[in-house]
């Protein structure tokens, strides 16, 4: 059984990769585990894939959108040329971060949903090309570049097939539980709410919601949500926008000085440093 893609990135896997797969043999049947969601851009050759209710079949006329599952896939080459395909992964919370951040409605969809299958268009095959050229590329830039072209093809595909889509990245994106927190959070991280209100707009308890929070941002909520108001409050000061004075209260300080301590606890310098 080969468990993707860690088998093909190992520490280097990223919430977003992509990789050229050439198959080695005329045909090749292989148990896999598909540890994140993956675009897979048949270029050359036949694919099938069996799911534990579903049984699909493509050719390189198509692109197979898959949720992270177990699955068999057979690739067959044809004409020997051997088979071929672009693969795009990306993980389960690379996906709700674009669903949120793109304000995606979710459509309720009632049925077990593990794929879409896509038809190739001019788009769609220019969009591969572009994405070949990231295959060899060494640059920190990377996984940023990556996010885009993912928001790139993905908002394409919403806008080709509509409703039908957006309820497929619904089922995919999997908990609502999860969705529900991840967006009360990223809606007011900002502002004065503390943990009970945020707990309440979530329907549950603080210890509820304090243990869901943990499992989704890997810290507890106040760490998490201080680290981020003080990014936040940095960028405001490099631009130049307001000074250290005006922004402590903002972010919920009741003082300069509790804020000043904070900031350079985080960052190692002073907010009047950055301003200056």
């Known amino acids: 059984m080969q468990s993707l893609p860690t088998a093909l990135f190992g520490d280097a896997t990223g919430p977003v990769n992509v990789y050229r797969y050439f198959g080695d043999h005329p045909l090749s049947r292989v148990k896999v585990s598909l540890q994140q969601h993956v675009l897979s851009f048949i270029i050359t050759g036949r694919k099938?894939?069996?799911?534990?209710?579903?049984?699909?079949?493509?050719?390189?006329?198509?692109?197979?959108?898959?949720?992270?599952?177990?699955?068999?896939?057979?690739?067959?080459?044809?004409?020997?040329?051997?088979?071929?395909?672009?693969?795009?992964?990306?993980?389960?919370e690379q996906l709700q971060d674009f669903l949120l951040r793109h304000r995606i409605r979710l459509q309720p969809n009632n049925k077990e949903a593990n794929y879409f299958?896509?038809?190739?268009?001019?788009?769609?095959?220019?969009?591969?090309?572009?994405?070949?050229?990231?295959?060899?590329?060494?640059?920190?830039?990377?996984?940023?570049?990556?996010q885009s072209k993912l928001d790139e093809i993905l908002l394409y595909l919403i806008q080709k097939y509509g409703t039908a889509f957006e309820q497929i990245l619904g089922a995919f994106a999997q908990s609502e539980r999860t969705?529900?927190?991840?967006?009360?959070?990223?809606?007011?991280?900002?502002?004065?709410?503390?943990?009970?209100?945020?707990?309440f707009l979530c329907n549950m308890s603080v210890s509820t919601f304090k243990r869901h929070f943990i499992a989704i941002y890997k810290q507890s909520p106040g760490r998490w949500l201080k680290q981020q108001k003080l990014q936040r409050a940095r960028e405001i000061l490099r631009m130049g926008d307001k000074s250290p004075s005006e922004l402590h209260q903002l972010f919920g300080y009741e003082n300069l000085s509790n804020f000043s301590s904070a900031f350079k606890k985080e960052f190692g310098v002073s907010p009047s440093q950055i301003a200056k």
């Open 179 to 199: 969705l529900s927190i991840r967006s009360v959070v990223e809606a007011n991280k900002f502002n004065k709410l503390t943990l009970n209100d945020m707990a």
């Open 117 to 146: 299958k896509i038809e190739k268009d001019a788009f769609i095959e220019a969009f591969i090309d572009s994405l070949q050229l990231l295959t060899n590329m060494k640059t920190v830039a990377l996984p940023v570049i990556l």
């Open 48 to 92: 099938e894939v069996d799911f534990a209710q579903q049984h699909i079949h493509a050719s390189d006329r198509h692109v197979l959108l898959m949720k992270q599952s177990n699955c068999i896939m057979t690739e067959r080459a044809l004409c020997h040329h051997p088979y071929q395909s672009l693969l795009l992964f990306f993980s389960n």
